[in-house]
Structures are given as C-alpha cells and as structure tokens.
C-alpha cells in the first residue's frame, strides 16, 4: 500500500525543506562525505559513482540550499548510467545517512512528482552512529608473473600413493601439490588446466574473495553470494584466458590484471538484478 503524500511540490515546500543556511556549509558536508565513501564503500567502481552523484545533487541544490528536485531519469542520462542504477545509488546513500528523500506531489492535478532529495546535515548524520573503519582498494597480491602461454597445455599434475617410492631423506611433501580446501573444486579444475601450482591456483581464487566486498559489518554479508562469486570467478577467468591468447600485455603481472577483470565484471553485475536474484 503506497503511503499518503502530503508535501505539495512548490519553491516554498522546497524553501522549507532546506537542510542548510548557506552554500559553503553544504560544501563541506558533501567533502566529508566524499571522504566518508571511499572508507565505508570498498568496491572503486561504486565509490566513484557514489561519489560522483553526491556531487551532481550538490550542484542542483544551490537554489534551495542542500534540496534537489531532479528527477531519476534526469540524473540517470547525465550520469549515464540505467535507471535502476540510479535507484541502487540513491538507496545506497539513503543506508549511510547522507541523504533522505521525501515524496512530492503536484498542486494541479495531486498525482506523484519526483521526489526532493535533502543532503543531510553531517552533525545530524554522524550524531548516532560510530566511526566507519577505514580501508584500502582491494588489493593485489604480488607474486612471480608466469607466462599462461608457458603452461597453456598443461595438466594439473596430482601426487599419486603409488608414485611414491621410498627413498631415505626425501622429503615427499614438499613436492605434494594438493590446493587448498577452501578453494571451490569447479574453480580448481578451470584455473589447473593452465596454471600446474597449487599456490598459483589459490592466488588466483583469493583475488575473487578480496573484490568480494563486505556490504554490511553487522551480519558479515557480502555483495554476492558464494555461488555468484563462483560464477564470477569462473568467467573472469574465462575472460582472462582469452586476452592472453590475444597477446595482451600486463604490465602489472598476472593476478593484478586478474584483479581488474573480476572488479570490472562484478561491477557489472552487482547492477544486473537478474543475476542478483540468482
């Protein structure tokens, strides 16, 4: 049941809503929250669209300070991004108390108009609420680059029971070669067509864990759950099989340039609700 509207859209019940005394104030909120993004937001990609709303609402609420009236389809063709998008960014910034919206209606003909987006004071934001812990980007991890075309025919080797002959002072299990539990069997037997080391495989999954971004501290909830973070590792390396075929160049060595196409294809699809609704 959709709730009653009784804010009628007009310069005064924009004038009343304003959140600011004057235009210097409402910049520095929005500098902070700038700063507060890249600490609570820990996918790039989103931090940059976060932040680039916050500034495009910033410089539509300078005729009622800190109140915009732009509609979502206004703000979704000057981003250029959907409009679903757009929906995801505005909720997003509604969760980290920076922003709030109000239903309007119209005076000729009392039907729903688009909604008034405030910017929220940061005193009134920060008042109840504890300091966010601050992270990084989601880091690589730097390791030895090894050429895929070296070991693109290769098999993943196994140590068999009966391979092993007993010779005094060998040491077998420093030449074992199992991976790591934790490292999905699906994704084992993608990345070990290629790459014959268990720790090469395993820095490759550790990558897809660490773009994984926590999305709520509280539950430990992540952006995706493990079986689309399955499915994402599994075709980000499909991808990154391909461009080394084609002779890409990686300047920054292999599990960097991994990084960069999971970031990118899980960008992608934290915005596509029908893989979401997986």
Known sequence: MKKHIDVIASVDSYHNLSTF???????????????????????????????????????????QIGVSYMCKNTIASKLEISYKTVQRLVKKLEELGMIRQVAMKRKKDML?????????????????????KKSGKCPTIKTTNISL????????????????????????????NFVAHWVPDRFTDMVGSFYTKAEIIQEFWKV????????????????????????????????FVMKVKKETTMKKGIFAYFNGIVNNLMDKLYFDEDFMQE
């Open 112 to 132: 729903q108009t688009a909604n008034a987006i405030l910017i929220i004071p940061v005193e009134d934001n920060l008042s109840d609420k504890t300091p966010t």
């Open 21 to 63: 005394t004057d235009i210097e104030e409402m910049n520095k909120t929005v500098r902070t929250y700038k700063n507060s993004i890249k600490s609570a937001v820990k996918r790039v990609d989103v931090q940059a669209r976060l932040i680039t709303l916050v500034e495009l609402l910033k410089r539509h609420s300078c005729k």
């Open 208 to 239: 897809v864990k660490q773009c994984n971004r926590v999305v709520n501290y509280t539950s430990e909830e992540r952006a995706f759950t493990a079986d689309q973070e399955l499915q994402i590792g599994i075709r980000a390396f499909k991808e």
């Open 149 to 176: 075309k070296q070991n693109i025919n290769n098999k993943r080797k196994t140590v068999s029971q009966s391979s092993i002959v007993d010779k005094p002072g060998h040491n077998y299990f420093q030449q074992s």
